[in-house]
C-alpha cells in the first residue's frame, strides 16, 4: 500500500509564490511516474504536472514557465514550484503516483487527499 501526503498550500496574492511537496510512503517496490493535478468548483480535476522516474517532465500548457514539477526519488517526494500565481490557479491540488507494491509487479494508482491553493487577485 502506498499512502501520499501533500503539503504546502495556502493562500496567497496574485504574483507570489508556493511549492507542494507530496511523500509516497509505505510499503512498496518504486513508483514511476508521479504527477499533479487540480480541481477547481465545478470543474473536472486536470493534470498539471507529471514526471517519470528518470525525471522527464511535462506540464500542462496553462502552467508552463510559471510551474515546475521536480522529484527526489531517494526522498519518494515530488514536488510543485508554483511561481507567478493567478486567481485562476485557485484549486485543490492533488497528488498522483503509479506504482508498483513488488519488483515486476503491474502499477497501481493512487491519490493524496489533496491541498487546498488559493490565489486572491
Known amino acids: 500500500q502506498v499512502h501520499l501526503v501533500e503539503s504546502g498550500g495556502g493562500l496567497v496574492q496574485a504574483g507570489e509564490s508556493l511549492r507542494l511537496s507530496c511523500e509516497a510512503s509505505?510499503?512498496?517496490?518504486?513508483?514511476?511516474?508521479m504527477a499533479w493535478y487540480r480541481q477547481a468548483p465545478g470543474n473536472q480535476r486536470e493534470l498539471v504536472a507529471h514526471i517519470t522516474s528518470p525525471g522527464n517532465p511535462y506540464h500542462a500548457d496553462s502552467v508552463k514557465g510559471r510551474f515546475t514539477i521536480s522529484r527526489d526519488n531517494a526522498e519518494n517526494t515530488v514536488y510543485l514550484q508554483m511561481n507567478g500565481l493567478k486567481p485562476e490557479d485557485t484549486a485543490v491540488y492533488y497528488c498522483?503516483?503509479?506504482?508498483?507494491?513488488?519488483?515486476?509487479?503491474?502499477?497501481?494508482?493512487?491519490w493524496g487527499q489533496g491541498t487546498q491553493v488559493i490565489v486572491s487577485s
Open positions: 498522483y503516483a503509479r506504482a508498483q507494491l513488488r519488483r515486476g509487479s503491474f502499477e497501481y494508482v493512487y
Open positions: 509505505g510499503t512498496f517496490f518504486t513508483t514511476n511516474t
